[in-house]
Every structure is written in structure tokens, then in C-alpha cells.
């Protein structure tokens, strides 16, 4: 088996596509879409089931600020 390494920058840029292409602006619907990416990432075994899910999902939804502050203007 592949050894998988997760990588949270590389998961929050992630993110933060998804988010603007789902046009996810507030911190309500980024909180979800952080569980529902890293749902998907544990789903497909690019995540290991022994990571500290709680730290590393309270790890990007603490970035919310950062992405808030790239939106690029309406």
C-alpha cells in the first residue's frame, strides 16, 4: 500500500476553491465544508484513520478569517 501523507495547506487551498465555486461565503457553511472534505479525504484513504481528526478539522476551520479575507470583492 502507498504511504499517503496528508497535507493541511494543501487541503485548505482546497477549500478554498470549493468554497468559491459553491459560493460558501460564511463561517457556518466553511465549517461544514471542512467536515464534509475531510469526510471524503478519510472515504478515499487520503487521510489515515489514525490522524487527530478533531485537531486537524478545527485546524482549517480556524482558517475561515484567512479565506474571508480573499474573497475577492462583489
Same mark, same amino acid.
Given at each position: 500500500?502507498?504511504? +499517503?501523507?496528508?497535507? #493541511?495547506?494543501?487541503?485548505? +487551498? =482546497? $477549500?478554498?476553491?470549493?468554497? $468559491?465555486? /459553491?459560493? +460558501?461565503?460564511?463561517?457556518?457553511? @466553511?465549517? /461544514? #465544508?471542512? =467536515?464534509?472534505? $475531510?469526510? =471524503?479525504?478519510?472515504?478515499? !484513504?487520503? #487521510?489515515?484513520?489514525?490522524?487527530? @481528526?478533531?485537531?486537524? %478539522?478545527?485546524? #482549517? %476551520? !480556524?482558517?475561515?478569517? /484567512?479565506? !474571508?479575507?480573499? +474573497?475577492? /470583492?462583489?
Amino acid at each position: 500500500m502507498d504511504n +499517503i501523507v496528508f497535507d #493541511l495547506e494543501e487541503t485548505y +487551498i =482546497e $477549500l478554498k476553491e470549493r468554497a $468559491l465555486e /459553491e459560493g +460558501i461565503f460564511e463561517k457556518e457553511g @466553511w465549517d /461544514e #465544508l471542512v =467536515e464534509e472534505v $475531510l469526510d =471524503e479525504k478519510r472515504e478515499f !484513504a487520503e #487521510l489515515d484513520n489514525d490522524a487527530d @481528526w478533531t485537531e486537524i %478539522q478545527e485546524a #482549517l %476551520q !480556524a482558517r475561515f478569517d /484567512e479565506f !474571508a479575507e480573499e +474573497i475577492p /470583492e462583489m
